[in-house]
Nanobody, 126 residues
Framework: QVQLVESGGGSVQAGGSLRLSCAAS????????MGWFRQAPGKEREGVAS???????EYADSVKGRFTISKDDAKNTLYLQMDSLNPKDTAMYYC????????????????????WGQGTQVTVSS
């Protein structure tokens, strides 16, 4: 069963922090890669961070040094710790997995993601 459920979004002032969580079904959590994407109004969905089964992480240049992706294998849960947030980080954030699913396929680095959650909104005010 394909299930990805995000939580932890909200409104925060610039400079603040949020921690996103994504609870995944066993099927998708077993994907070679898990990741976080975001989509701002009027813009395309873009990759933010990904993590492999070995824990190796990759980040978009725009979030390097501010965001940290991690996972808890015992809980089938993916996290995104976001620090030093700024208004440009305002977007709907989506959890994703690199399994073959019926959703839109988007590349991040060399990985293809097509399993998607419903998203959680992050709003950063100045």
């Amino acid at each position: 069963q394909v299930q990805l459920v995000e939580s932890g979004g909200g409104s925060v002032q610039a400079g603040g922090s949020l921690r996103l969580s994504c609870a995944a079904s066993s099927y998708v959590y077993g994907s070679p890669f898990m990741g976080w994407f975001r989509q701002a109004p009027g813009k395309e969905r873009e990759g933010v961070a990904s993590i492999g089964g070995d824990g190796r992480a990759e980040y978009a240049d725009s979030v390097k040094g501010r965001f940290t992706i991690s996972k808890d294998d015992a809980k089938n849960t993916l996290y995104l710790q976001m620090d030093s947030l700024n208004p440009k980080d305002t977007a709907m954030y989506y959890c994703a997995a690199s399994r073959t699913c019926s959703g839109q396929a988007i590349m991040f680095g060399a990985r293809r993601f097509s399993c998607w959650g419903q998203g959680t909104q992050v709003t950063v005010s100045s």
